[in-house]
């Protein structure tokens, strides 16, 4: 009997392999289907990537399992199975064209005799496809026999269909396709991944018994089987080939060109799974190979074969490029080389020829005057465009105010959109060095080799032009060196581009949340980068002519040059303050973690928001920690809280940095952990100002750090008598630095005078 199986289903391979070609087969030598040093062929089938063979290292195919072909050797001839031969899925061939692949499935049988049941009867059966859905396209449901009902269930139990067979003698039969009489058939809806099939009888075959004693049913390819009367007394098929839909991944093309595993290759296209999920990659046209593999598509030579090239065959020349070819016509001829147009044909007489050659002077000339004219129509266009631009950002206001300005002061200049597409050679992608919520930066090159950073903003209000000029204005005039410089502006854009110096050393985010940078930060560069911060503040909302809220205080608007020194940026976001106002009514803006919650919830903005988000920096600076953190309890997700609630239960040193917890400063730590307290209380009016924030933090970073300062509780004045005079922190009038150097009394003095609305 086992030895009558194998005979049968050779025979049955053998005719299903029959009448398919399979190109991956004939074309192997043109181009390579594999991995380089990874198992190609299994017996008669070629495994191209992503499948690979079990055998094989794992890094040969892709990762789900349902992608290896386990080559078994045991029989003699090698035998492909999908996944493990245990599964019973003998792969037939593997399409990478079509994302298609053909096994060989069991066929369902339930044989009756005069007292029953037939031995022989396998009326059920259960196949399990793993990730491969069934080709709704490529197959149908067969069932064959005159006293037959057949079920389809869906392996996952989501449907289920069937058909039924019947016929009462051998004449009523015809050979052909399956009409219900003695052999029925129907289509597979899509998304199944498996089935069950199970056939039952009305009459157990008794009245058709002498011609039909079984009844079958199977699911096989379309076009695999065709019926003959001759099956119903024995259908000599023990397998069918399936048709199973291939593709890669679990998302869609949109997805997955985002994420890092992304599979499809150069010279490719990517198309969404029609049934399952999953991407499908293929070669663009004009090339052919494996769209898996690095450099898998290569360029079809059509000029190679004549049969997929349209050129004409007798004096046409095929000249092949990349992804395409053209024809043209040898020496001698004229015409356009295709033979499906003029083809070639032999040059006319000498004075058609001049006619010709006429006739196409002519019309050269025509077409480049009429081209010299549109793209002098398109550059006046261009310049009518800019100057609307220019006239629309707030151009003409710029101009007159920077020119009734003191010119020995101003350094600002305006630079044209030509200069700034030069300098980012036309914005290219990898000129990009940060990205924010009012626009991208870019490194820029100018002619003098100055290396600066472009600003190009998002769509502005054409209702907050005056405003925005007002604010370049008075950026252009801050002088303050731990403020990235303002250069110039161009308005020759739809949306205004800002030039600023360009600050070589990142982020103080980056080096505060990147280990590696932050082991090298210790508690002095911290405390004088806050300082330097606290002192640009202080400058903007207390010393400028017009003061400003920065609105955007936050880590990653800090930049570090190579010293460390502090220069904060993106005044995007940033306000004018008339000084006959102290807060301002505006939509909220900021980062979340760093947001004022009053601000938040009065929509009232005032320089004691700036102090709150420095107040959050602080905490960064003190505990290396992110301003917010899902790892955190659900009250303590933000820093601000997280900060506070150390605090109060005295845990501060629990959460400090490692990198300065070592460091000895624990007396200058908490003291300034306490400026943090104060800077993030909830209600503003109990904030102090900048100023203030200011001067403590400069006399912190100035203070000697000695043992005697931690273990003795000195008052002020004591200690400032221990310590003598000192000198007060830098002072900034109009953008003028001055030091004020006097006795600890005058200290005390500025400290403690009332500031209006936080100036």
């Known amino acids: 009997m086992v030895i009558h199986w194998l005979l049968l289903k050779v025979v049955v391979l053998g005719a299903v392999l029959g009448p398919y070609h399979n190109p991956l087969i004939a074309e192997a030598a043109d181009y390579p289907i594999t991995k380089r040093g990874c198992q190609s062929t299994c017996g008669n089938l070629s495994i191209p990537y992503p499948f690979g063979s079990r055998d094989s290292d794992p890094g040969c195919r892709h990762g789900p399992s349902s992608f290896t072909v386990d080559c078994d050797n045991s029989t003699g001839h090698p035998t492909p199975y999908l996944d493990n031969r245990d599964s019973n899925l003998q792969i037939l061939d593997i399409s990478l064209e079509h994302h298609e692949m053909r096994v060989a499935v069991n066929i369902s049988r339930d044989c009756y005799n005069s007292a029953g049941h037939n031995e022989n009867s396998w009326s059920f059966i259960d196949v399990t496809l793993g990730d491969f859905p069934i080709s709704s396209t490529e197959n149908k449901f067969f069932a064959v026999g005159c006293d037959t009902k057949a079920y389809f269930l ?226 006046r266009k261009l310049i009518r465009l800019k100057e609307q631009y220019f006239k629309q950002n707030g151009g003409l206001l710029l101009q007159q105010q920077l020119h009734e300005r003191d010119r020995t002061t101003n350094t600002m200049k305006i630079f044209t959109a030509e200069e700034l597409e030069k300098a980012t050679n036309n914005y290219n992608e990898s000129r990009i060095v940060g990205r924010g919520g009012y626009g991208t930066v870019y490194k820029g090159l100018l002619p003098n080799d100055t290396v600066v950073a472009i600003k190009k903003s998002k769509l502005v209000d054409k209702t907050q032009i005056g405003r925005f000029v007002n604010e370049v204005i008075v950026l252009s005039r801050i002088n303050h060196r731990n403020v990235v410089k303002l250069l110039g502006c161009c308005l020759e854009t739809e949306v205004p581009l800002l030039v600023y110096e360009f600050v070589s050393n990142g982020t103080l985010f980056d080096h505060v949340h990147n280990p590696d940078k932050s082991a090298k930060m210790s508690w002095d560069a911290r405390l004088r980068i806050a300082s330097d911060t606290a002192g640009v503040l202080s400058y903007l909302h207390s010393a400028a002519s017009i003061p400003i809220i920065h609105c955007d205080v936050k880590s990653p608007n800090i ?18 303050v008339p000084l006959d106002q102290a807060e301002l009514s505006t939509l909220v803006q900021g980062t979340r973690g760093y947001l004022d919650p009053e601000c938040l919830h009065t929509n009232q903005l005032t320089e004691k928001s700036d102090v709150y ?147």
């Open 613 to 759: 988000s420095f107040g959050v920096v602080l905490a960064e600076l003190i505990t290396g920690k992110r301003v917010l953190s899902f790892d955190r309890p659900e009250k303590e997700r933000s820093l601000a809280m997280h900060f506070l609630s150390a605090l109060k239960d005295n845990r501060l040193f629990q959460i400090v940095d490692g990198v300065i917890a070592n460091e000895g400063n624990n007396e200058q730590v908490r003291e300034v952990a306490n400026v943090a307290k104060r800077c993030l209380a909830v209600k503003g009016e109990e904030r102090p100002t900048m100023k203030e924030v200011a001067i403590e933090l400069e006399g912190l970073k100035e203070k000697p750090n000695h043992p005697w300062m931690s273990s003795v509780d000195l008052h002020e004045e004591e200690a400032l008598h221990l310590l003598g005079e000192k000198t007060h922190p830098t002072v900034y009038m109009d953008g003028i630095e001055t030091m004020n150097t006097g006795p600890s009394d005058s200290m005390k003095n500025v400290v403690m005078t009332p500031v209006n609305s936080g100036r």
């Open 154 to 379: 869906d392996s996952n139990g989501d449907f289920a269909f069937g058909c039924m067979s019947a016929c009462n003698e051998i004449a009523e039969v015809t050979n052909g396709p399956c009409s219900g009489i003695g052999c029925c058939e129907t289509s597979i809806p899509r998304n199944s991944f498996g089935y069950n099939i199970s056939i039952f009888s009305f009459k157990n075959h008794t009245d058709v018994l002498s011609f039909n004693n079984c009844s079958y049913a199977f699911v096989a390819e379309i076009g695999f089987y065709n019926f003959s009367s001759g099956d119903l007394s024995r259908l000599e098929l023990d397998q069918a080939p399936l048709v199973l839909d291939w593709a890669v991944g679990d998302k869609n093309c949109s997805i997955s060109k985002k994420s890092g595993d992304y599979m499809c290759t150069n010279n490719t296209r990517c198309t969404d799974a029609e049934n399952g999920s999953g991407y499908k990659c293929a070669c663009l046209e004009g090339f052919h190979g494996n769209p898996y593999l690095e450099n898998g598509c290569q360029d079809i030579d059509e000029c190679a074969d004549p049969n997929k090239n349209q050129c004409d065959e007798v004096n046409g020349q095929c000249t092949n490029v990349v992804g395409n070819y053209t024809c043209s016509c040898r020496k001698g001829y004229h015409g356009d080389g295709w033979k499906d147009r003029q083809g070639c044909t032999a040059n006319a007489s000498h004075l058609v020829r001049i006619l010709v050659g006429a006739g196409v002077s002519t019309i050269v000339l025509l077409l480049f005057s009429a081209g010299f004219l549109y793209l002098g129509i398109q550059k």
């Open 559 to 576: 930049l570090l040059d190579h010293n460390y020194t502090a220069k904060v940026s993106d005044f995007g976001a940033s306000r004018l």
